[in-house]
Nanobody
Framework: QVQLVESGGGLVQPGGSLRLSCAASGFTFSGYRMSWYRQAPGKERELVASIASAGVSTNYADSVKGRFTISRDNAKNMAYLQMNSLKPEDTAVYYC????????????WGKGTLVTVSS
């Protein structure tokens, strides 16, 4: 059974930091690109950051470059999102995603964790 379980969300003041974790199980984690998406109230889900299966290549949304860092530990089947210098506009539900873009294709989602940036 495939599972992606996010944790680490919560309430933080502007300028603060949070580290999100994504625990994966039920599939070959090292063969999947891992990504973090977010969805703010009334907005569409957007890609925040992505990391290739080997962990060498990463990419970020312009809005989080220089503030967020995505990483993974293939030995532990974990993905992380370190978020620094948080802003109120970072408030959203953050989702972990695992994607395999070669056959057989697959795409898995976690249920999300809420991040609220507010004073």
């Amino acid at each position: 059974q495939v599972q992606l379980v996010e944790s680490g969300g919560g309430l933080v003041q502007p300028g603060g930091s949070l580290r999100l974790s994504c625990a994966a199980s039920g599939f070959t984690f090292s063969g999947y690109r891992m990504s973090w998406y977010r969805q703010a109230p009334g907005k569409e889900r957007e890609l925040v950051a992505s990391i290739a299966s080997a962990g060498v290549s990463t990419n970020y949304a312009d809005s989080v470059k220089g503030r967020f860092t995505i990483s993974r530990d293939n030995a532990k089947n974990m993905a992380y999102l370190q978020m620094n210098s948080l802003k109120p506009e970072d408030t959203a539900v953050y989702y972990c995603n695992a994607a395999r873009n070669i056959l057989p294709r697959a795409n898995y989602w976690g249920k999300g964790t809420l991040v609220t940036v507010s004073s």
